[in-house]
């Protein structure tokens, strides 16, 4: 079974500032995805960026981007430029990459930008 | 395009009592989930269903039943509500067959008294 773990239950930040949120994951698959999701006051659940696991080069959207080390199963999300807006609990997921399998979610990390 | 519509948003329940929290999606997906979400414990899978006419136990199924009526439609029962099921249900969709983006409906926060 694969497990994802987010070590991180609160953290804060400046705004304009850059934070980094940690991800690890656990899986003896080879081909997968990881995911970090964003959850707003709102709750409304929305994908912030996707990575698949045999691609080298580390995704970025806009000022969001990863660290993808496959060997060391982690996966950290940088925002950077932070703005208010990015307050928000944020998930880090798995998704196998053989067929129309579930995601798997960390605990959350909850975000606090400050003004 | 709605997305992913949950039905209904809110709903409070006695110990005891039944419902079925309806969800229906309309970008064609094969596969639709259900999950529950609690502090500090993430989204947890209490059922999935990859393609219509199959569904299949997540991790906390216990307690639930699920119903794929057609390829839109997910529906997730609650046949004797007990308080340890107060939680945000979500339910979302993928077809990994294009996408690997799931996406969710708006959540049902659910509270059994």
């Known amino acids: 079974a694969q497990t994802v773990t987010q070590s991180q239950p609160e953290m804060s930040v400046q705004e304009a500032e850059t934070v980094t949120l940690s991800c690890t994951y656990d899986t003896s698959e080879s081909n997968y995805y990881l995911f970090w999701y964003k959850q707003p006051p709102s709750r409304q659940m929305i994908l912030v960026i996707r990575?698949?696991?045999?691609?080298?080069q580390n995704a970025t959207e806009n000022r969001f981007s990863v660290n993808f080390q496959k060997a060391a199963k982690s996966f950290s999300l940088k925002i950077s430029d932070s703005q208010l807006g990015d307050t928000a609990m944020y998930f880090c997921?798995?998704?196998?990459?053989?067929?129309?399998?579930?995601?798997?979610f960390g605990k959350g990390t909850r975000l606090s930008v400050i003004a | 395009n709605a997305g992913v519509t949950q039905t209904p948003k809110f709903q409070v329940l006695k110990t005891g009592q039944s419902m079925t929290l309806q969800c229906a999606q309309d970008m064609n997906h094969n596969s639709m989930y259900w999950y529950r979400q609690d502090p500090g414990m993430g989204l947890r899978l209490i059922y999935y269903?990859?393609?219509?006419?199959?569904?299949d136990k997540g991790e906390v199924p216990n307690g639930y039943n699920v119903s794929r009526l057609n390829k839109r439609e997910f529906s997730l029962r609650l046949e004797s509500a007990a308080p340890s099921q107060t939680s945000v249900y979500f339910c979302a969709s993928c077809d990994f067959s294009w996408s690997t983006e799931a996406f969710f409906g708006q959540g049902t926060r659910l509270t059994v008294v």
């Open positions: 997921a798995f998704m196998r990459g053989s067929g129309n399998t579930p995601l798997v």
């Open positions: 990575q698949e696991a045999y691609k080298q």
């Open positions: 269903s990859a393609s219509e006419g199959t569904t």
